[in-house]
């Protein structure tokens, strides 16, 4: 896993040397502290300001070089904007800012509020953490490195601020949080030849570490199991398939608890429908609903959070062989339902129908929540920016969109109903595994629907336009992003942990 950097906590008024950050508002006020560890500072900053035509709006920077003696190098103004109507989302992009800002050197970040109010543990704890972000990289396989690559990413920061004792703390459980965000992008940035099924089953036994209860199924437990479906996208693979259970125990005893669904096809070519050879390096990425359900996973069982969890991921490879399923073939999964496979590329709903039905069956959930870098048509629906939520229960519903927006990993919710459900009506099976051309992410949807029980609460998002490839932003440089790790441990936070 990559490593986080050397994050510290002082208290304010102590010397800085290398570089300096200090927070700055509309009015170009600085921290009293920053001002004083050199005279004339905040004068200069002023100057410097008009000249450069800088107002101090929210993550906006100005930078000085060799601003004056004192030992300091570099010193960067940031702007905050109103600090007292800023969410936790604005200090988390604050905190990747400041990474993005700063690649060499010491550091010393002055978290203090220009108005002269304290700033919380939890707030600096949400800098660090978008720092922490901010600074992953994925270089495992550079044996040769640029040298704008051997200098990239801060790994040592040291926050000045009122209560450094209150903000370690608060860090302490952030930094579990951005492991468990490591995890998931080092998951999804790995090379297939590297992260099989069984290797990436391997990985996820080694989080017992973190006191997880992890099963994994081989081959003859999944047969046993009669996941059909799942099986049926293995086939033509030489690696065989693991289906990993991962459990969390921290809530009440015999409390049903929420289940996290993952697909995690380590690699997908299609299949005998083999997509375009353009772009499919990308496909070694098809798994990031499984790793994203990793990543909370660990993520739960880190911070010990008083809920009941399991997290379930299917992990397959669908590749061309003379075994290989074709179009037309019809499987039986396990629910007993059959299936039409018109187009072996829409192989992930197979592989999350069965495990779907499995997980119903073994710990009857109180909600379902499963992740998938599903279809390439919510991409055209939604772009890059949000990923796309259906659901049959409105309240699971809208406290994801909350998780989302708190986090600032959105959802956007589609549309399920009887009118898209019969699109996926088979004439020799119970179902076919894809609908016509338009609205195919929701035929996606009510496959999956199909396989749901009882109207057990469950919500399925479609992140295969924010799992991977998507935009860089200001907590994320990398081709992975880990999305849907902090959205469902805030969704556990608010549903799970505030209750009473």
């Known amino acids: 896993m990559a490593v986080l950097p050397d994050v510290k906590f002082v208290k304010l008024g102590g010397a800085a040397t290398g570089s300096l950050a200090v927070l700055t508002n509309g009015n170009l006020a600085l921290a009293n502290s920053a001002s004083g560890l050199q005279a004339g500072l905040a004068e200069r900053v002023k100057r410097a300001a008009v000249a450069s035509k800088f107002t101090g709006n929210a993550l906006k920077t100005l930078q000085l070089l060799a601003p004056g003696d004192g030992g300091i190098d570099r010193l960067v103004a940031i702007g905050i904007g109103e600090p007292s109507a800023a969410k936790p989302v604005e200090w988390l992009k604050l905190g990747g800012v400041i990474a993005g800002t700063f690649s060499t050197g010491d550091l010393t970040l002055v978290l203090e509020r220009p108005d002269g109010e304290a700033i919380t543990a939890e707030q600096a704890a949400e800098v660090a953490l978008g720092f922490a972000m901010r600074a992953y990289s994925f270089d495992l396989y550079k044996t040769k490195k640029k040298d704008e690559d051997e200098t990239s990413g801060a790994r040592t920061v040291t926050i000045a601020l009122a ?188 592989v999350l129908a069965d495990i779907l039905d499995y997980i119903q069956d073994v710990v009857q959930p109180v909600a379902i929540v499963d992740l998938a870098t599903l279809t390439g048509a919510i991409i055209v629906a939604l772009g890059n920016f949000y990923a796309g939520m259906f659901s049959n229960d409105d309240a699971l519903s809208e406290d994801l969109a909350r998780a989302g927006r708190i986090t600032g990993e959105k959802l956007w919710r589609l549309p399920i109903g009887p009118e898209y459900d019969k699109l996926i009506d088979s004439k020799f099976a119970d179902m076919k595994n894809v609908g016509p051309r338009w609205g195919g992410s929701i035929a996606a949807a009510e496959f999956l629907h199909r396989f749901i029980k009882n109207e057990t609460p469950w919500a399925h998002l479609d992140i295969a336009g924010t799992a991977m490839g998507s935009p860089a932003d200001e907590v994320n440089t990398s081709w992975a992003s880990g999305f849907g790790v902090r959205l469902l441990d805030q969704y556990v936070r608010d549903r799970f942990e505030k209750q009473g």
């Open 163 to 350: 209560d450094p004792d209150a903000a370690g703390a608060a860090w302490t459980v952030s930094a579990e949080m951005a492991r468990s965000v490591y995890l998931a992008r080092d998951l999804v940035n790995e090379p297939s030849n590297i992260l099989g099924p069984v290797e990436f089953a391997d990985r996820l036994a080694a989080l017992s570490e973190v006191g997880l209860q992890v099963e994994v199924l081989d081959e003859n437990a999944l047969a046993k199991e009669k996941m059909g479906a799942l099986l049926g996208v293995a086939q033509g693979s030489v690696r065989p398939a693991r289906v990993v259970v991962m459990r969390w125990n921290g809530g009440a005893s015999g409390e049903k608890p929420v289940a996290f669904v993952g697909k995690g096809v380590v690699f997908d070519t299609g299949g005998i429908s083999i997509k375009p050879a353009a772009g499919m390096e990308d496909m070694k990425g098809d798994m990031g609903g499984a790793a994203a359900v990793s990543g909370v996973m660990r993520a739960l069982a880190a911070r010990k959070a008083k809920v009941n969890a399991v997290g379930i991921v299917g992990l397959v490879e669908n590749m061309p062989d003379g075994n290989a399923q074709r179009p037309g073939d019809i499987v039986t999964s396990r629910s007993g339902q059959t299936i039409e496979v018109i187009n072996t590329d829409a192989e992930g709903r197979l």
